[in-house]
């Protein structure tokens, strides 16, 4: 048999560009094997449909196959073709490696004169799916990937996942020695993993890689996140565009039949209804809810973003995927494992949307009185138009809540975006006064959430991340957490929400199904756990430090000016 290091693993990563994102090799000399449990590793490979090259193009059959045959040599045509009966012949889907002309003549010479079908390299999952049989050497792959999905094989000559003649369970174990003969590899740390936790991690990654294949050209995103833009939004069957004219974006997609990704902020209604006549898809990018160890306002890059293609989740008056993910979705435990020991490392660490770490001390508070903490927010952003229920003002905000809590000590929190000059929104200090008892600029907003009783906002991330605390959060607008059962809500909620969620299901739904990560150190697309396992432990970088500074005296500028 041949030797397995020569072959490539089952499982491995993606062509991820200019980073090492190997998760797998073969296991050297007396090196100790897994001792998984295959039968449970071929239903989760099976679930996750990962394995081979999975980031191929889709089969795009117009029907499921028959038989699906993978010919090695041009000279093997004739020899698969003889072994099929009549009706085979017809349903075959012939795949073959098309590297050169003459592989194509033939096949479609094959096909013209037979009846069937053919592709060249394909995604193994979308053709097995259904599929009668394979037809295969021992040494192909997909002869594992069949046998995990159950598919009968039949073999033309032995290799490592089996030889003619054997029976079911020889493949099957074959398939399976395939699997745990096999070193696995964190790409984050470079340290030994699991097959459980590899097969977990490839399936984030064909996720993502199905979502960004529609995409073919990005448009509003600003030059300082492009890089990151990029990351996220790639895939190796495509390179994606990047254009600064949204009509140009619309044209590129239109010919290439794909969609537009654009930041929504950055693009007109006008555009979008444009889009809505020429029948191209939008797909809005946002920033996520664990963003960065710093600022969008002062040019960090986001290593998080939303990619939604229902809508987006700050605008209650459309659905969006996140809504999807809350409404539909059937938490498994291991599901909600992850989301609660997500939830208390965010909460162990001190970390916000922005930054992690405790920073200045928090102010006393007054003995024997409830204390709530009231966030500002920019006051034309775009969550707060499309949420706040028509409720834009920050001073506005801070007597309805006085209003409501008028035996409470009342903290209210200028945004740092429009503290520092950049955004619109301040309100003088003597106008704060008159209804809350103390302006807190510092410190970071974790401290402050994790001494606070109650939060009142808007539509602000802040009720968010109070409610990973444990605190009692009040709504005057419709952010993307309300409505589920968790919030006082003041403001009216979707129908669409109509379902009752627990805190850990909240979570799971915001900060791991729906957002994209990247991890700052490697590049690679990651889980909300590397992420902020990276800002805990200070390791997250902004790549664009030097522009800091100008931003800070650019800020102070414009505030003088206002």
Known sequence: MPDMASFPPLLRAPPFPGVDASVSRALQGDEPRPADDCGALFEQMRAARVGGRFWADDAALARTAGTIVRPRLIADLRVHLEALDAADRKAALWIAPVRHRQWARALAALVAAEGGDWRG????WSALAGAQRLVAHGDDEWVALARITGLPVRLLSPGRFGAPGDDDATLDRLAARALTDTAYRDPFTGAPATLAATIELLAMWRRLLEANRPIAVASGMAWWKRAEIRRFLWHPQRALRLVSRPTRALSIARRAGGAVAIWPSRVSPALIDQAGRAGVALVRVEDGFVRSVGLGVALVPPSSVVVDAAGIHFDPSGPSDLERILA???????LLDRARALRA???????SKYASGAGAPVPDRQPGRRLV????????DMSVVAGGGGLQSNLELLRRVRAREPEAEIWFRPHPDVDAGHR????????????????????????????????????????????????????HGTPFYAGWGLTHDLAPVPERRGR??????????VLILYPRYLDPVTGLPCPPEVLVQRMATNSARNRLNWIAPLRHWQGRVMAAFR
């Open 121 to 124: 390299e394909i995604d193994p």
């Open 328 to 334: 539909t979705t059937a938490f498994s435990p291991h």
């Open 345 to 351: 490392a965010i909460v162990a660490a001190g970390i």
């Open 373 to 380: 903490l009231v966030p500002a927010q920019v006051e034309d």
């Open 424 to 475: 619109k929104g301040a309100v003088p200090d003597v106008e704060i006064l008159a209804f809350a008892d103390r302006i807190v600029r510092e410190p970071g907003m974790a401290a402050l959430l994790d001494s606070v009783d109650a939060v009142h906002v808007l539509t602000s991330l802040t009720g968010f991340e109070a409610l990973l605390r444990g605190r009692d959060v009040t709504c």
């Open 500 to 509: 009752v969620l627990s805190l850990d299901e909240l979570v799971a739904g």
